[in-house]
């Protein structure tokens, strides 16, 4: 799901959009399909997790209740969460690039003369 978010998002930059316009329309469009997508899942693990049995002595009613409670927070997270870290990576490598670019207009240090020249 961040994956899926995630490229949008980037795929909106590469097209000249600004981060923040970028952000709010990829969660705009991929919410949905994102969230559609959980639904289907968790809707399915519904019926293992109420109405599960024994089946020769294993029950994967507590499996199928840790799998679709994780998807649920996961999938909510995921709106928030994955905007959240690409903004603070984004503004990280604005700052890294500013720093080498900075680096690189500084003039040469002083170099110290050899021992015969002084």
């Known amino acids: 799901n961040g994956i899926v978010l ?3 998002i980037v795929r909106l930059r590469a097209g000249g959009m600004e981060r923040l316009a970028a952000i709010r329309e990829g969660v705009d469009v991929r919410l949905r399909p994102i ?3 959980a ?7 519904l019926p293992m997790a109420l109405f599960g049995d024994e089946n020769e002595g294993v029950s994967y009613v507590g499996l199928s209740i840790a799998v679709a ?7 909510i997270t995921t709106a928030i ?3 959240l870290c690409y903004t603070y990576a984004d503004d990280f490598i604005g700052w890294l ?5 900075r680096r690189g207009k500084q003039p ?3 170099q110290a003369l050899p021992a015969a020249q002084i």
Not at 69 to 75: Q, R
Not at 97 to 101: I, S, T
Request: overall charge positive.
């Open 6 to 8: 995630l490229d949008h």
């Open 35 to 37: 969230f559609m997508t």
């Open 39 to 45: 639904a289907t899942t968790f809707v399915g693990l």
């Open 69 to 75: 409670g994780g998807l649920a927070i996961s999938t």
């Open 81 to 83: 969460a994955v905007p």
């Open 97 to 101: 690039r500013r720093r080498v670019a």
């Open 108 to 110: 040469p240090a002083p």
